[in-house]
């Protein structure tokens, strides 16, 4: 009996360790396949505005009129990015820890020449920075891109609009310095 019980537990440990080893197989439905999506892993996770200032000391002021709201972080990327609606645009604003000036706007287009377009930091200093409008297919796009060099900060912020055409980033100070955040650097002193 004992040799029976000894046999029968061997098995079932066997039959375990063999069933571990499996890799389950991926479902990829036939759209994702033909669309070349199969097996690409979306780096960006749903978080909260005060998360992202957890991990930056920073925040994002949300412009007022905006919808639809989301914010997401992206640990590989070291990126935080804000989505919304506004004024029949999509709007991507995004905060990555840099060193150097870089083009962190995921955008993808045959830019041209950048025109010069500004932000005042909380000190009242100008950064400068680069924008590039233009046609899109169906649509416009725009791309603006600043250094905070005084906080190792990136900043990007892009829009595209099948509603008409974009020429200004209205919302950016408001959106990257915004008054919460002064009113919290000021306290601190």
Same mark, same amino acid.
Do not use: H
């Given at each position: 009996?004992?040799?029976?019980? !000894? ?7 066997? @039959?375990?360790?063999?069933? =571990? ?19 690409? !892993?979306?780096? &960006? ?9 957890? @991990?930056?000391? &920073?925040?994002?002021? !949300? ?8 914010? +997401? ?17 999509? &709007? ?14 995921? =955008? ?8 010069? !377009? ?27 891109? &600043? ?5 190792? @900060? ?18 950016? +100070? ?16």
């Amino acid at each position: 009996m004992k040799k029976f019980m !000894v046999m029968l537990l061997s098995l079932l440990m066997v @039959l375990s360790l063999s069933s =571990c080893g499996k890799k389950a197989e991926e479902e990829v439905t036939p759209e994702a396949a033909e669309g070349g999506l199969a097996g690409v !892993v979306n780096p &960006w996770a749903e978080t909260t505005n005060d998360d992202i200032y957890i @991990l930056f000391s &920073w925040k994002f002021g !949300v412009p007022e009129g905006a919808e639809n709201v989301v914010f +997401q972080y992206a640990e590989a990327l070291n990126m935080a990015e804000m989505r919304y609606e506004k004024d029949g645009a999509s &709007w991507t604003a995004r905060i990555s820890l840099s060193e150097e000036y870089e083009d962190i706007s995921g =955008c993808y287009y045959d830019f041209g020449e950048p025109e010069e !377009v500004l932000l005042t930091d909380f000190d009242g200093e100008a950064l400068s920075g680069k924008g590039y409008f233009g046609p899109d297919g169906d649509g416009n796009y725009a791309v603006g891109l &600043w250094f905070n060099e005084k906080e190792d @900060l990136m900043f990007s912020l892009s829009a595209i609009s099948s509603e008409g055409e974009i020429t200004k980033f209205t919302d950016s +100070q408001d959106i990257f310095f915004p008054e919460e955040i002064s009113a919290g650097r000021s306290e601190r002193g």
